[in-house]
């Protein structure tokens, strides 16, 4: 089946993926531009990657080299040491054949990338990517045939063949969206003194579904009893870790909330706890949720509506509850992905209905966004991801 998107379709982010921060982070020289790729959902010839500068005080925009093209890129992942860029790439989005990731070496500080290899997703609708905390191995969400894959990464960070691939199976309450399972986040991070477990959102079932995962052999196994389930008919899409790791946040596509969880630290067990709207009170035209990302501070977060158009702010709390503080215009149609730079400073908004991709600040006592200038225009920018200049190679 093909699948199309519109505003109030199925699409994905990212989530936020939490290692400990790195030194390149956390002593990172604000003087310095931040490098940016923006993938660009749209066919062969007009779809790819492209590379921007991002100043991390004003929140200037500025493009640096040429697209690389490829068809359907929807969603990006970056290796922990900043070097290697991860890709899905699709002729046709979401038919039948299976889709395919491709792995980019990031050669310099101005973006240019050079293609290393490209393995199959193992899956149609190839919508999120993560690289595990410890950089060895790739993990992929495939929406429509509603599948999980982790693909081992070598030393040179190319993708060797999928080693583990997972087909979930159920129904959701919703015959028009939840008839078949469809993962749509895949979201790892560490478990006790040596663990590593993968969360996946599947919005065809209401679940967040647990593995354990081996990094070493890219092996993912059902972790029975500790994954959770949102509130019928829900459709969670993307997932985001709280940087002290008590509390994982889903955001829910078909009902327009978040659903907060709390995490137990040794297992990785998760609780359900509030869920709560992302849209104004009384709002009752058609909208549907997208991203979610956290402040590294781990005050605030931010979720995406496609159809009103806007991002809630939220003021996390006592016991990770969240208070909703405002609810702000996108600056453009279908606000897709979210990114936030590492000083907290800036939120990115790439508006991929809208063909915009939007700067704003951050008040860092109330979390308030503020736009940075005008929005860029690019052709469907679908997914956001940052790189610090510490962490990219020399040319």
Not at 36 to 52: D, E, K, P, R, W
Not at 114 to 132: M, P, T, W, Y
Not at 172 to 182: C, E, V
Not at 374 to 391: F, G, H, V, W
């Amino acid at each position: 089946m093909m699948v199309r998107f519109r505003t109030d379709a199925p699409t994905i982010h990212r989530t936020l993926k939490l290692p400990k921060p790195s030194l390149a982070i956390s002593h990172m020289s604000i003087t310095e531009p931040i490098l940016v790729f923006v993938a660009m959902f749209a066919a062969a010839g007009q779809g790819g990657i492209s590379a921007f500068h991002l100043d991390a005080t004003s929140g200037r925009l500025t493009a640096v080299g040429d697209m690389v093209s490829q068809p359907h890129a929807f969603f990006l992942a970056v290796a922990p040491d900043g070097r290697t860029l991860y890709a899905n790439r699709a002729d046709a989005f979401g038919a039948p054949a299976e889709e395919e990731v491709v792995a980019w070496r990031i050669v310099n500080r101005e973006g240019r990338l050079e293609k290393i290899n490209h393995q199959s997703a193992r899956g149609s609708a190839s919508c999120f990517l993560d690289v595990e905390p410890q950089g060895r191995c790739l993990l992929v969400a495939n929406y429509t045939s509603g599948s999980v894959a982790a693909l081992p990464i070598r030393p040179d960070g190319s993708l060797g063949p999928a080693a583990s691939v997972i087909t979930h199976a159920g129904a959701g309450t919703l015959p028009d969206r939840q008839a078949a399972p469809h993962a749509h986040a895949l979201l790892a991070t560490t478990v006790g003194d040596d663990g590593t477990i993968a969360y996946a959102a599947d919005l065809g079932l209401d679940r967040v579904i647990a593995y354990q995962l081996d990094p070493a052999t890219a092996t993912l196994v059902p972790a029975e009893g500790l994954g959770g389930r949102t509130p019928p008919g829900s459709g969670p899409r993307h997932l985001a870790l709280h940087p002290n790791g008590h509390r994982l946040y889903c955001i829910n596509e078909l009902s327009n909330t978040v659903t907060v969880f709390d995490r137990k630290i040794a297992t990785g067990a998760l609780v359900p706890g509030p869920t709560v709207s992302t849209l104004p009170d009384g709002h009752t035209g058609v909208s549907h949720c997208a991203d979610v990302t956290i402040t590294p501070d781990g005050r605030f977060l931010y979720g995406t509506n496609r159809g009103h158009d806007s991002i809630a702010v939220f003021r996390i709390g006592d016991m990770g509850r969240l208070g909703r503080v405002a609810i702000v215009d996108s600056r453009g149609r279908g606000p897709q992905n979210l990114a936030i730079t590492p000083n907290g400073r800036l939120l990115l908004c790439a508006n991929m209905a809208g063909n915009s991709l939007a700067v704003f600040t951050i008040d860092a006592s109330s979390g308030m966004l503020e736009p940075a200038g005008d929005p860029l225009e690019l052709r469907s920018p679908a997914c956001i991801r940052l790189i610090t200049p510490a962490t990219v190679a020399q040319p």
